[in-house]
């Protein structure tokens, strides 16, 4: 499975420009999909699931053109979960995904193994017999995952799939679309950094409709090495003095005292040290350098 976006724009009547001519290929496997709000993500993965129509750019999935007359084939092999989902909300969790099931084709006997599986995967089988109305958002956001997932899709879009869950649960659905992923494709649009950096080697940083990178994850990361100290200091004026020249980014009192890890183009002072990278690191360093640093 092979998704081709080349040189896709995508404006609004308000002369907009969500995404700006933006250029990549998604193979088999998780890739991430990381940026700040308004970035254009979402609109990407309208794009992507034939919801919205570009104004510009060729997108084609295993070659197949994303064209009107193309659209019934390329639906029936996608799976989406969007940010916002409304559920039928007086229908049951089961009587909620057999009708999604039985609307997307699926034979019952299918259909019900299938969200068997799921329920249990998901930790929502205890509560299959709740209405929709009943449950809590991240419980919303798993039945959500369950139906994008039903008809076993070649290529899997989720929108902030671990919302409202908690560490358990945001690692089981981690593993979920990992093992998912195996033999198909994952576009995974979060901004749970931890997320990506648990389930991701390739990855997309957004910004204001334009990739700021696209490609593998440890490149990313390579790019911030040299950037990242860990600082020693004794009041919040030295703190507002570093924020100067650099990003603060953590703050963690130790049996040494109070150390900030900050991000910049150069070593503040003599006494910091380099620090460990994290994607959270690459990520910041990625999104302020032009802004803050150039």
């Known amino acids: 499975?092979?998704?081709?976006?080349?040189?896709?724009?995508?404006?609004?009547?308000?002369?907009?420009?969500?995404?700006?001519?933006?250029?990549?290929?998604?193979?088999?496997?998780?890739?991430?999909?990381?940026?700040?709000?308004?970035?254009?993500?979402?609109?990407?993965?309208?794009?992507?699931?034939?919801?919205?129509?570009?104004?510009?750019?060729q997108i084609t999935l295993n070659g197949l053109p994303y064209k009107e007359e193309n659209y019934e084939e390329i639906r029936k092999k996608i799976g989406y979960l969007p940010q916002e989902i409304n559920l039928y909300p007086d229908l049951t969790v089961r009587e909620c995904l057999e009708y999604l099931g039985e609307l997307s084709g699926l034979p019952k006997n299918k259909c019900r193994e299938r969200i068997d599986f799921y329920l249990e995967k998901t930790s929502l089988k205890e509560h299959q017999k709740k209405k929709n109305r009943q449950l809590s958002g991240g419980m919303k956001r798993r039945v959500g995952l369950i139906q994008a997932l039903l008809n076993e899709p070649e290529f899997l879009v989720v929108d902030e799939p671990t919302t409202g869950l908690d560490p358990e649960e945001r690692i089981r659905i981690r593993n979920l679309l990992v093992d998912f992923s195996s033999e198909r494709t994952v576009l995974l649009s979060t901004h749970v950094v931890e997320d990506l950096a648990a389930t991701c080697n390739k990855l997309a940083v957004m910004k204001k409709g334009k990739f700021l990178y696209s490609g593998p994850m440890d490149e990313l990361m390579e790019r911030a090495r040299g950037h990242v100290w860990i600082c020693p200091v004794s009041s919040d004026e030295e703190i507002r003095v570093l924020e100067k020249t650099c990003h603060v980014s953590s703050k963690q009192f130790t049996a040494n005292g109070l150390m900030v890890k900050v991000i910049g183009q150069e070593a503040p002072r003599g006494e910091c040290r380099p620090s460990d990278i994290s994607l959270e690191d690459a990520y910041m360093y990625l999104m302020n350098q032009d802004a803050q640093w150039k």
């Open 1 to 57: 499975m092979s998704i081709n976006i080349k040189d896709v724009t995508v404006t609004f009547k308000n002369n907009v420009t969500a995404v700006d001519h933006v250029s990549m290929e998604i193979g088999r496997g998780i890739y991430g999909l990381l940026g700040e709000n308004g970035a254009g993500k979402t609109t990407l993965m309208r794009v992507l699931t034939t919801i919205q129509k570009p104004v510009h750019g």
